[in-house]
């Protein structure tokens, strides 16, 4: 069954530099999404991606953020100027029509230090 | 604000029993309800979507149910196996053009032999 991955799995930063972390949507899948996990607490939406532009976003996805899809296959979320609070799991998703099941990546658990 | 309650927030069974979680949200205008599996240390996985028009969706062992007017949902698993431990999310989008959704902190099973 095809998957989402994501690159890499864990990634140690430390605070005030940048940070891109990869996903690959399912091939035939048109949207694209990333949420983020802070340990312990529930899953939060930050933004969604369609037609190569932004379709939603939430308070959370302010500049420090933007997203990319850089080529046919890759989606990107890059973090500029890291901090300490920015310390979760992130996750990549996707899904064929903006009300299908979400598909989502295992995560990249970021550590800012 | 939107929000979405899921109770209880923990609960421990013997494999082979039922169980039901419950999910309760304040999301306006309404547009889907989905239930999702969360296994330690990976992505949710989507077990039932549910429109304003259904009240019940099964898939396997799993049966969700939806009440619009009192905008609860439960989640019944029926037979639980240890396999079923894992943390389950009710995540509610809004309708009206945004599908923003909102998520429940989840209820964490854990189901003993």
């Known amino acids: 069954e095809p998957e989402v991955t994501q690159t890499p799995s864990h990634q140690v930063t430390q605070m005030g530099q940048e940070v891109i972390l990869r996903c690959v949507p399912i091939?035939?899948?048109?949207?694209f999404y990333w949420y983020r996990q802070i340990l312990g607490q529930k899953v939060e939406f930050l933004v969604s991606?369609?037609?190569?532009?932004?379709?939603?976003k939430s308070e959370i996805f302010d500049d420090q953020f933007s997203v990319e899809r850089p080529d046919g296959s890759n989606f990107t979320l890059k973090i500029r100027s890291t901090k300490l609070e920015d310390s979760a799991m992130y996750f990549c998703?996707?899904?064929?029509?903006?009300?299908?099941?979400?598909?989502f990546g295992n995560g990249t658990r970021l550590t800012v230090t | 604000k939107n929000q979405v309650e899921q109770s209880p927030q923990s609960l421990i069974i013997l494999e082979g029993k039922n169980c039901t979680l419950q999910c309760n949200y304040t999301v306006s205008p309404f547009s889907n309800l989905r239930w999702y599996k969360q296994d330690t240390g990976r992505g949710p996985v989507s077990l039932t979507i549910m429109t304003f028009s259904e009240n019940t969706k099964s898939n396997g062992r799993y049966t969700a149910t939806l009440d619009a007017d009192t905008k609860q949902s439960s989640l019944h698993i029926t037979a639980s196996q240890l396999s079923d431990s894992a943390s389950y999310i009710c995540?509610?989008?809004?309708?009206?053009?945004?599908?923003?959704?909102?998520f429940g902190r989840g209820t964490s099973l854990i189901v003993h032999p």
């Open positions: 998703a996707s899904s064929e029509r903006s009300d299908s099941p979400l598909h």
């Open positions: 091939s035939n899948h048109l949207y």
């Open positions: 991606f369609y037609n190569n532009e932004i379709s939603e």
């Open positions: 995540v509610v989008s809004e309708g009206g053009g945004s599908y923003i959704p909102t």
